[in-house]
C-alpha cells in the first residue's frame, strides 16, 4: 500500500483479467460503477470519478513459472485528494494478495 495516491498513476498486477474483474466489484465497493466498454471500467465517486482501464501483458516467465500481467491505469477526474486516499487504501487492502 502506498503512503500517498496521486490523480493518475499506472500499475502492473500478477493476474488474468478474467481474476481481476472477479475482485473488481468487491474492491470497489459501495461506489456505484459500469463498464462502457471491454478492458475499462469507470466509478462514480462522490466528489468526481475514477476510470479504470486495463490491458493484458504478456506472461513473466521465472524458470519454468509462468506468471499472468495485467497493466491497469488509473484516472481520477475531479476527486478530492481526502476521498482519493481513502478510496484507494481501501481498494489496495482488498486487492493484496499473499500466501502463507
Known amino acids: 500500500m502506498q503512503a500517498w495516491y496521486p490523480a493518475g498513476f499506472d ?6 483479467e478474467a481474476e481481476w474483474l472477479g475482485w473488481l466489484p468487491a474492491a470497489i465497493g459501495e461506489p456505484s460503477w459500469h463498464s462502457p466498454a471491454p478492458g475499462c471500467a469507470e466509478v462514480e465517486l ?6 479504470l482501464s486495463w490491458t493484458p501483458l504478456p506472461l513473466r516467465r521465472i524458470a519454468l513459472v509462468a506468471l499472468p500481467r ?3 491505469a488509473f484516472r481520477f477526474g475531479s476527486v478530492d485528494e481526502a476521498e482519493r ?3 484507494m487504501k481501501r481498494f489496495d487492502l482488498y486487492m493484496q494478495r499473499g500466501g502463507g
Open 70 to 72: 495485467l497493466a491497469v
Open 85 to 87: 486516499q481513502a478510496f
Open 11 to 16: 500499475r502492473e498486477y500478477g493476474c488474468t
Open 46 to 51: 462522490a466528489s468526481g470519478r475514477l476510470a
